[in-house]
């Protein structure tokens, strides 16, 4: 099996996943060129990761020259043109399955022929975005979690398409990033959203139903199962957009009750309050 080589890395996107995935391919010594659609959002986002840079150096987890390094390494741009020579590139662009096939295909017109095209989406059809390339053998899903520096896990999803080289290589660059990978078929949710937006909405349906307080509920599930944030302030650090669109895939896909979006959940997203990203959640974050 021939495992491709990568060198130079491009991300589709420079939100709050996007931001995570470049910084996190950054470190691990590969050139990565990150593309937005404004400037606007582009230095919004690459902010986002001088500032994460400038925390490691101040805790001592990076000095100034590795700083530095990594900043000449990291390549902003508007156009997907700047990632003709890249070896892998993982879209992270907003979870909408339109913008998604409209944009494989640009990726897949402007990428030499040998080059991976990876998803971070974490619920929608990866299977049905390698469909619109001329390359499905070369896409798969690529999850990661927030946030990206940090957490250890990524999930590789393998599409009916995908061939076992991609996976491969695709395994071996999430181990040189430093990261646990797991392998789950493409079914919305894939392993880690098919067990945790149940208990998301769960939590929220609790808290609609009066049974309990959101700050009795966060501290049951930090002290009662040690887990490290409660699932309030869970759901406004990965954001209430992020949860809706994932529970209306997995909902779609398997028409389990479970998945259902809880009305507040949906008040909540229309009303604009998606968690830390937008200052109001569950919590307030001014
Ligand atoms: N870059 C580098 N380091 C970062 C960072 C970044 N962007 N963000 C945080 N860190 C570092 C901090 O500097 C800190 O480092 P030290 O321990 O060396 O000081 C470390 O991460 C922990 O951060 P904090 O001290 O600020 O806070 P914490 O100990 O409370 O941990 C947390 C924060 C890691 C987020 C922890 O609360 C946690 O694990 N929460 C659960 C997160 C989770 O479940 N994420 C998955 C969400 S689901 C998802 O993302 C998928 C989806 O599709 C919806």
């Known amino acids: 099996m021939t495992i491709q080589k990568i060198n130079k890395v491009g991300v589709v996107g420079c939100g709050l ?3 995570g995935i470049a910084q996190t391919c950054v470190q691990a010594g590969y050139e990565t060129v990150v593309r937005e659609v404004n400037r ?3 230095d919004k986002g690459l902010s986002r990761i001088y500032d994460a840079w400038n925390t490691m150096i101040r805790k ?3 000095t100034s020259e590795q700083v530095e390094e990594n900043r000449a390494r990291l390549h902003g741009t508007l156009e997907l043109v700047d990632f003709a020579d890249c070896d892998l590139v993982i879209e992270a662009v907003i979870e909408n399955m339109e913008e998604k096939i409209r944009l494989f295909p640009a990726l897949d017109a402007t990428l030499k022929t040998d080059a991976l095209i990876l ?3 974490s619920s929608l059809n990866v ?3 390698g469909a619109v390339t001329k390359r499905p053998s070369q896409v798969c899903g690529l999850h990661f979690f927030n946030p990206a520096p940090v957490m250890k896990l ?3 999803v393998r599409t009916i398409s995908t061939t076992d080289e991609t996976i491969e290589t695709v395994r071996q660059f999430a181990l040189s990033l430093g990261k646990t990978p797991v392998l789950s078929k493409d079914r919305a949710g894939f392993i880690v959203n098919f067990l945790l937006i149940p208990y998301l909405l769960a939590a929220i349906r609790m808290l609609e139903n009066g049974m309990a307080s959101r700050d009795d509920i966060d501290t049951a599930m930090k002290l009662g199962c040690g887990y490290p944030m409660g699932p309030f302030t869970l759901l406004d650090y990965v954001g209430l957009d992020t949860t809706l669109w994932a529970a209306e895939a997995i909902y779609e896909e398997f028409k ?3 998945y259902a979006p809880p009305p507040l959940l949906r008040r909540m997203v229309v009303s604009g309050q998606l968690g830390r990203k937008s200052g109001k959640g569950f919590y307030d974050h001014q």
């Open 60 to 62: 001592g987890k990076l």
């Open 17 to 19: 996943m996007g931001a």
């Open 256 to 258: 389990d009750p479970l």
């Open 154 to 156: 990524v999930e590789i």
């Open 119 to 121: 998803s971070n989406t």
């Open 40 to 42: 606007q959002l582009l």
């Open 127 to 129: 299977t049905q975005m």
